[in-house]
């Protein structure tokens, strides 16, 4: 099983979108499309995904064309894709039998995803007393607000049914996370996420992080598109970086980032230390309270300032050489191809 994009290539007009991008999964993972606004990101995705028509290459899942008939798809659009005039219940369901779920096991499925995104709320009506407003539960009974417990002293008067919410009353984010969920129904053996972390906030970011660390664990390939740079270093193990439709970097994480060295020092003492550094040819990128952040050329160059510290009798707190961040690298690489 894998996947293999070869030589992808899409015009509008005269400009070229997509320039005969190439890369593989031979293996389950999580493969990163990066980029900055209009670099190609999400139209190339829409080529792997047979969503939009290639001007040239071609996109294969074990060996035969990828779409959504030969291969069991999630895909999350960086775009909204819900509609304001239809239930959210009934756009999941209808979503659900497009991709194949059995209706015995839809319902299912929903409630389950609904827990986990923490978005039962929005799916599933409550009551509450016609007369107070109080919500209540199945049994009448009502529910203490600030805790979230039946307390049982008063039978509302009546029940009175609260309505679903629409897509536009939720909010970026819990749209985001229905989509996910719609994504997750058919249990898909490859999932496409376009920028799926835009838009929600720390504690929904580490829900749908979870989510993902289990589709890893799960065996699926993953393709992931994001400017959160963190987050692609956290899950990726191989890359693309895309710059005016091409792509300018590509291949292993981890290789990439040894190929720049170690050229980022951390260096804390007990006291002021910024002439030795001065001395040793480094760059201080920032200082506070003898805490540095240092470039330096390599190893050499921070060994040099290790044994000038020593020799100093400065007593060093941290000394810590690694490698560029992901971040960095994308600046560097991407920045000055923009300019």
Known sequence: MGLIVKDLFKKYGE??????????????????????????????????????????????????PLNFSTCNIGYLAEERGLYPKYSLMDQIKYFGSLRGVPDKELDKKIKYWAERLKVEEYLYPQFKDAVSGRRINEKGEFIDEEEGTSSGKK?????????????????????????????????PDLLVLDE??????????????NVVREQIEAGKYIIMSSHQMEVVEEFCT??????????????????????????????KCDRDVTDLINASGANIITEKENEYRIKVTGDEQAGALLQSLVANKVNVICFDLSELSLHEIFVKEVGADEK
């Open 196 to 209: 799926p972390f835009s838009g929600l906030d720390p504690v929904n970011t580490d829900i749908l992080k």
């Open 15 to 64: 400009k070229t979108v997509v320039d005969h991008i190439s890369f593989s999964m031979d293996k389950p993972g999580v493969y990163a499309l990066l980029g900055t606004n209009g670099a190609g990101k999400t139209t190339s995705i829409r080529m792997i995904l047979d969503m939009l028509d290639k001007d040239g290459g071609e996109v294969l899942w074990n060996d035969g």
């Open 155 to 187: 039978k509302p008067v009546r029940k009175k049914k609260i309505k679903p919410q629409s897509p536009d009353q939720l909010s970026k984010g819990n749209q985001q996370k229905i989509q996910f969920l719609i994504a997750m129904l058919s249990d």
């Open 238 to 267: 191989d890359i693309t970086i895309l710059s005016r439709s091409k792509a300018v970097v590509q291949g292993n994480l981890n290789e990439i980032k040894k190929s720049y060295g170690r050229v980022n020092l951390h260096l």
